[in-house]
């Protein structure tokens, strides 16, 4: 069965300071692996997906992620936070034949001025 | 191009009601998914259509029903409505059942249960 994990549930950085969000994930097949950001009263957007390529996927925004399969994570980063990147984020895990995506629970962040 | 577009944005029922909400898929798209994400919760997914087919579903009951039409556009109908079933509910479209491309998600509608 396949399985996400989001290690936070809220996280606060100051603008300008490193982004570091949190994920792991069980999965039996070689995963899939996502993450899409929300924006309030806005659709959710893919910011990177991870389909087995490259480790170190580059998204939008200046956001990156790095597949680990000893560590079974899927950690998002960025290297320096604006204020628009105050949303809430969502690992996503996607295997084998199922089509069902599953979804973290989430972790909102917030930007400081 | 057109993005995913949802209706209603907001909608109000009493337990025991149906409801209908409707997804137009982007253009080019042929595959419809829909989620239902409860407050402070991550979506779950309900079922996914493909050709006016169902190609896969989650865990819910059978008064989640849905249809997709020719031009592939899909609506979703709860019968029956219980409390919990308030919560946002998201469309997305794609363009391939079979692979993990990207989903694009339409705004939701919020519906409560009273």
């Known amino acids: 069965a396949q399985s996400v994990t989001q290690l936070d549930s809220h996280v606060s950085v100051s603008e300008g300071t490193p982004v570091l969000l949190r994920c792991n994930y069980s999965?039996?097949?070689?995963?899939?692996l996502f993450w899409y950001v929300q924006h309030p009263n806005k659709g959710l957007q893919l910011l990177l997906k991870?389909?087995?390529?490259a480790t170190l996927v580059k998204g939008i925004n200046g956001f990156e992620a790095e597949f680990k399969k000893s560590e079974t994570s899927f950690h998002l980063t960025k290297p320096s936070a604006h204020m628009s990147d105050a949303a809430e984020y969502f690992c996503?895990?996607?295997?084998?034949?199922?089509?069902?995506?599953?979804w973290g629970l989430g972790t909102s962040l917030a930007v400081n001025p | 191009e057109t993005g995913v577009t949802q209706s209603p944005t907001h909608l109000i029922k009493t337990r025991g009601q149906q409801v209908t909400l409707r997804c137009s898929s982007q253009?080019?798209?042929?595959?419809v998914s829909w989620y239902q994400q409860a407050l402070g919760q991550g979506p779950q997914f309900i079922f996914q259509?493909?050709?006016?087919?169902?190609?896969g579903r989650g865990n819910f009951p059978p008064r989640f029903s849905g249809l997709q039409f020719p031009n592939y556009s899909s609506e979703l109908n709860v019968n029956a409505l219980e409390l919990d079933d308030s919560a946002l509910y998201l469309c997305?479209?794609?363009?391939?059942?079979?692979?993990?491309?990207?989903?694009?998600f339409g705004p939701g509608t919020r519906l409560t249960v009273l």
């Open positions: 999965s039996s097949y070689s995963p899939s």
């Open positions: 253009s080019g798209h042929n595959t």
């Open positions: 991870y389909t087995s390529a």
């Open positions: 996503v895990v996607g295997a084998g034949n199922n089509r069902k995506l599953i």
């Open positions: 259509y493909y050709r006016e087919e169902e190609n």
């Open positions: 997305a479209s794609s363009g391939d059942r079979g692979k993990y491309n990207e989903q694009f």
